[in-house]
């Protein structure tokens, strides 16, 4: 199956951050990542606004034509925002305010209210949702049950594992991947996909709708430049 490669850009907000000014510009770099491959631009607002800044969303919206994914927990602030902004899809992170990066998956069952009434809430705003966990196969049949349209399958562990044994590191999202798809679910991946592993994982899943890539591939940009690494990641997630 066909999968895209959403670029995630928030390390070029950190960037740009870091002076104060607007260089490098969040936008042009997307609208670039865009004209070089990318199928989708993902940003992860925090409510501390030390990346991707709110003004940022409401910048990106009218000029992205690939598939606009925002990720980030589901506040009040944060539903505001994605209510207003109308992506394409919102992923929905447990990750409290102070979270380095997002460290692990919703343990979906004390939050099945909860996440049942976000993902409503999405769907009323013509917004598809995609609820990012681990590869527990209950916990994925649960988070089918919110009526979420997809999963995000939470891939350091797979990521950690794979230099030392690659296939016993792709086992369980194999298995996940397949359950989720016999209940109905999309399936994305992400964090800490890379030129070393992605190949290796796409290759392997039966099903995998999207991939949601920053840290690695903005690293590789330093050496290989933003277009030729996307053309890499692209060519990684060729059938
Ligand atoms: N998916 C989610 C839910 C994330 O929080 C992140 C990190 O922002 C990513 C994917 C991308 O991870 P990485 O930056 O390691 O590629």
């Known amino acids: ?53 709110r003004s940022d969303v409401y910048s990106l919206r009218p000029v992205i ?18 209510l207003k902004v109308k ?21 979906v069952e004390p939050n099945f209210e909860f996440l049942s009434s976000i993902v409503e809430a999405l769907h009323q705003g013509g ?12 916990n994925i049949k649960l988070a089918a049950k919110t009526s979420t349209d997809r999963i995000e399958l939470y891939t350091k562990p797979y990521a950690d594992l794979y230099p030392n044994d690659p296939e016993k590191a792709v086992m369980p999202f194999v298995e996940a991947s397949r359950a989720a798809h016999k209940v109905g679910l999309g399936v994305n ?25 920053g840290h690695a591939l903005i690293c590789d940009a330093l050496y290989y430049g933003l277009e030729d690494t996307i053309r890499r990641y692209k060519e990684c997630l060729k059938d």
Not at 127 to 138: K, Q
């Open 1 to 53: 199956m066909t999968t895209s490669l959403s670029v995630n850009i928030n390390k070029i907000a950190t960037l740009r951050n870091a002076r104060g000014e607007n260089n490098p510009d969040v936008v042009k770099v997307a609208l670039d990542c865009e004209q070089f491959g990318a199928d989708g631009i993902t940003v992860h607002p925090r409510p501390d606004e030390r990346h991707i800044r």
């Open 65 to 82: 034509k690939a598939e606009f994914n925002i990720e980030g927990y589901p506040s009040p602030e944060f539903m505001d925002l994605v």
């Open 87 to 107: 992506p394409e899809q919102v992923t929905l992170v447990p990750d409290t305010p102070d979270t380095l990066t997002s460290c692990a998956g919703w343990d």
């Open 127 to 138: 917004i598809r949702s995609s609820i990012f966990v681990g590869t527990d196969i209950e």
């Open 189 to 213: 991946a992400g964090h800490d996909l890379s030129l070393e592993n992605l190949q290796y994982f796409h290759k392997n899943l039966p099903y995998l709708n999207e991939v949601s890539i």
